[in-house]
């Protein structure tokens, strides 16, 4: 007979969490401390690193895959430009190339009180401290692994969440993915919200209840603690994007983690093959460290020759859009993506996204991108799969890097949408009406 953990649990030291672990860090910080005057190197690093632009008359689907294939990271899309990432170098080729380019504020830039700075987030060290505190407070709720080790050696862990968690159950499990790309702190938050929400309220909250007694949720934190730490460390966020391990042959460093899967990896100008772009693919499929881990998780969830997991998000930002397969191809329906595939995806993506006010549509309706964990996810293992770009939208200056404020309201936000996909999780062809057709056992 299965545990049922309902109620009031008994209250020992063991349960108490500090305040600091309690809220998001940006509940308790607005803005990072005043820094000393930088020196010639950091002001070289600043000067030759990468940085956001402004790019106009770029209004098609077309045109921003085009763009995005000379290398450059398109970080969001507004009516007729687009907002990328590029070294100065890249810069001045796209301009050679005839765009019209603006150059944005960058991180601490803007003179903005309000603005972010790195005590606003969970450090990687924080963040493993939080999650080893919920598990000791929640041991009937939670568990932690390491499924796998970063280049630079740091911890890669899965957090699960079920009411008997310690049990290997066949029930539907959903995961949970974040903190790809370095940069986009925000994304960590957003799993440490999920593990507090969804502990705390269960016996308490009817759906959270539910969904832990009748799914198994996989959380995994953060997918590049290297890039994480990195972009944080100075105590200047340096708006890094990839991960940290070297490419041969180059001074170049990092792999994009989101262009390394294997599947439709480096088929079709959604990535690059240049070590110095932001969306470098690496010298072949799961090259990357951190990809592999990723992706051997997911086997490993194969039982007797079954997958386990039935849906997933990637949590990024920003955006506030819900994307979902085939980002490699224009085409709604494709090989091994059926109609009632692509329906079923559409279907519980705009059930989410009338939960969190986010805009829905398939991947590539942005642009073209290849080797992504989306199709990877889809493509290779038949999980259903959705990218989550969170807060800021389209046009608002937070961008990368929201002040520590909205931290508890936008991560909050999605919660009704991780009930819709854990709800949906056991039939997903339910929300077109063809259950009987699919999931009949």
Request: hydrophobic fraction near 35%; aromatic fraction near 8%.
């Amino acid at each position: 007979m299965r545990l049922r953990i309902r109620g009031k649990r008994t209250t020992s030291a063991a349960v108490l969490l500090t305040l600091a672990l309690a809220v998001p860090l940006g509940a308790q910080a607005t803005a990072a401390p005043p820094k000393e005057p930088a020196t010639t190197a950091e002001q070289a690093e600043r000067q030759d690193g990468p940085r956001q632009y402004e790019v106009a008359g770029v209004g098609s689907r077309a045109h921003r895959s085009a763009l995005a294939r000379t290398g450059v990271a398109i970080d969001e899309v507004r009516d007729h430009s687009v907002v990328i990432t590029a070294t100065p170098a890249q810069a001045d080729r796209l301009r050679k190339l005839g765009h019209r380019l603006t150059a944005l504020p960058g991180p601490g830039e803007r003179g903005d009180i309000r603005a972010a700075g790195p005590a606003d987030y969970h450090s990687y060290a924080q963040m493993m401290d939080a999650v080893n505190t919920y598990v000791q407070k929640y041991p009937e709720l939670m568990s932690r692994q390491v499924i796998g080790k970063s280049y630079q050696g740091r911890d890669i862990i899965a957090v699960k969440i079920s009411s008997n968690v310690r049990v290997d159950e066949d029930k539907p499990e959903v995961l949970f993915t974040h903190n790809m790309h370095a940069r986009e702190h925000l994304t960590t938050e957003m799993a440490l919200y999920t593990l507090r929400e969804f502990a705390a309220q269960y016996g308490k909250d009817a759906r959270i209840t539910k969904m832990l007694d009748e799914r198994e949720l996989w959380i995994i934190p953060t997918q590049n603690p290297d890039g994480k730490v990195y972009d944080m460390q100075s105590g200047r966020f340096r708006m890094w994007r990839k991960n940290r391990q070297p490419n041969s042959g180059t001074s170049a460093v990092g792999t994009d983690i989101n262009r390394n899967f294997d599947y439709r990896w480096g088929c079709c100008g959604g990535s690059s093959g240049s070590p110095s772009s932001q969306t470098y693919r690496g010298p072949s499929a799961e090259s990357g460290t951190e990809t592999k881990v990723v992706a051997d998780f997911v086997r490993s969830r194969v039982v007797g020759g079954k997958q386990q997991i039935t849906a997933h998000i990637d949590f990024h930002t920003y955006g506030e859009l819900i994307l979902w397969p085939y980002g490699y191809t224009y085409a709604d329906t494709a090989p091994g993506l059926t109609r009632d595939d692509r329906d079923a995806h559409a279907a519980v993506g705009t059930s989410m996204a009338r939960s969190n006010g986010y805009k829905p549509q398939q991947s590539s309706d942005l642009y073209i991108t290849d080797g992504s964990i989306g199709d990877w996810m889809w493509g290779a293992q038949r999980i259903f799969s959705y990218t989550f770009e969170m807060y800021p939208p389209s046009g608002h200056p937070d961008g990368f890097y929201p002040p520590g404020r909205v931290i508890g309201r936008e991560t909050a936000r999605n919660k009704g949408a991780m009930l819709i996909l854990l709800e949906n999780a056991d039939c997903m062809y339910r929300s077109i009406g063809k259950e009987a057709e699919y999931c009949q056992r």
